[in-house]
């Protein structure tokens, strides 16, 4: 029987992907299955798959798309043909420790998700990430508040098979920020949930990333907060679950202001500001009534009210807190103290 399928999204990896499938090869638990999805790649990532396979015959399998459908499609079509009972997800640019499937397959003893902290590395510069679960086993709402106001990515957690497979879960295709949208609908439908001890995925953030706050996909993500709340719509589960939707929404929601605006004075694209504000005043108009909206920032409330009564509000705003966190530099280097 295959104890964990994990699934690895491959596009252009070569100078990473050793690295990644060594630590997966290397795996204290035996009865695993490693599937690498090539995401039509342009460089030497699908030789290097074929002689992996080729290697380790009876523990790597491997998918050649013919159509570049991003990581969230490669990991769709990974989840397509998986066997094991739990799924790990492995981005190509990462690696996990050793007793990573051994110890999470362990602890989970058959709950829905299954996770434990992890590291960020950058260039060699490691940081920690501690992860808040809550306390006991079954996802109650509140604990389901505590992942959906920010707990740790999908790729720290194993799932159980049979619960993404009878809930439908899967990734958006063909776009960036799939993980925001499985990370917040597995949250929403899980119904139990462990932390194992310990520290095993090393999270690669690279600086020549695709959907860096500068690059060409960064205002993708805007999309994502509508797909999730018409996607509860018409699965049935909105209503019944309306405090929890609305706040990752409106949650979600901010944080696109925010990057939007973050732009200080080359200028915000106040169009892309405008978009959200039309998105808001549609889809969830009644905002200020959720259950969990006050326990947002208050700054970001603050950039949400502007943003909806004029985007060049928000822009401005972000303007002088820029000014304000520049004084507070300056001073800092004068050697001032309060």
């Known amino acids: 029987m295959v104890k964990i399928s994990i699934i690895v999204p491959v596009h252009n990896s070569e100078q990473y992907l050793f690295k990644c499938v060594s630590s997966l090869v290397e795996q204290t638990l035996e ?15 699908r ?11 009876d523990k790597i399998r491997c998918l050649y798309l013919q159509e570049n459908i991003r990581q969230g499609g490669a990991r769709n079509r990974g989840l397509d043909i998986a066997k094991g ?41 490691l940081q920690d990430v501690p992860l808040t679960y809550g ?24 799932y159980r098979r049979e619960f993404l497979e009878e809930n439908s879960l899967r990734f958006p295709e063909n776009t960036y920020y799939e993980d925001a949208y499985f990370n917040f609908m597995t949250a929403l439908y899980a119904k139990s949930c462990v932390k194992a001890p310990g520290q095993y995925y090393h999270y690669y953030q690279s600086p020549d990333s695709t959907v ?25 589960i909105y209503e019944e679950n309306k405090a929890l939707i609305d706040y990752k929404y409106i949650a979600m929601q901010m944080g696109n202001i925010r990057h939007v605006c973050l ?21 969830c108009p009644d905002f200020a009534k959720g259950k969990y909206y006050k ?3 208050w700054q970001l409330r603050v950039y949400l009210r502007l943003t ?26 004068l050697g001032f103290r309060e």
């Not at 860096?212 to 049935?236: F, K, M, N, T």
């Not at 909806?308 to 280097?333: C, Q, Y």
């Open 31 to 45: 009865e695993i299955e490693i599937i690498l999805v090539d995401d039509c790649s342009a460089d030497t990532s």
């Open 212 to 236: 860096r706050r500068d690059g060409p996909h960064q205002y993708e993500r805007i999309a994502i907060p509508s797909l999730i709340i018409r996607d509860c719509r018409e699965r049935g």
């Open 263 to 283: 732009k200080h004075f080359s200028g915000a694209d106040k169009g892309q500001l405008q978009r959200i504000a039309n998105a808001v005043k549609e889809e």
């Open 308 to 333: 909806l009564a004029s985007p060049a509000l928000a822009t401005l705003g972000r303007k002088l807190d820029w000014l304000i966190e520049l004084a507070a530099v300056v001073r800092h280097k």
């Open 47 to 57: 030789e290097l798959m074929a002689d992996y396979q080729s290697q380790f015959p």
């Open 135 to 158: 306390e006991g086993i079954e996802m109650t709402p509140e604990r389901k508040a505590v992942f959906i106001g920010g707990c740790g990515y999908f790729w720290s957690r194993i």
């Open 85 to 125: 009972e739990y799924i790990a997800f492995v981005d190509s640019d990462d690696f996990i420790e050793p007793d990573m499937c051994e110890l999470l397959y362990t602890a989970a003893k058959g709950a829905d998700m299954c996770g434990a902290d992890y590291w960020i590395d950058r260039d060699g510069e």
């Open 295 to 297: 326990s947002t920032i």
